[in-house]
């Protein structure tokens, strides 16, 4: 993700969280090392995760 474009998302997608949701996840993000040979593969599982997450999204905002 450090390395990927920034992403643009509604509002409503999203929710308070308590640090000790965030904290952890951000404290396991900095600790690792960049490993250029899974790069482009860890971009395309980012990429597929929010192409289903906006499907997901929009179906229920249709409904």
Same mark, same amino acid.
């Given at each position: 993700m450090r390395e990927g474009?920034?992403?643009v998302w509604p509002?409503?997608?999203f929710r308070a969280a308590f640090d000790? $949701?965030?904290i952890p996840?951000?404290?396991a993000l900095a600790g690792k090392e960049r $490993?250029?040979?899974y790069a482009i593969l860890a971009h395309r599982q980012l990429r597929?995760?929010?192409d289903r997450l906006w499907e997901s999204q929009q179906?229920?905002?249709q409904e």
């Open positions: 474009a920034d992403l509002m409503t997608g000790t $949701e965030v996840l951000l404290a $490993e250029p040979r597929l995760f929010v179906k229920s905002n």
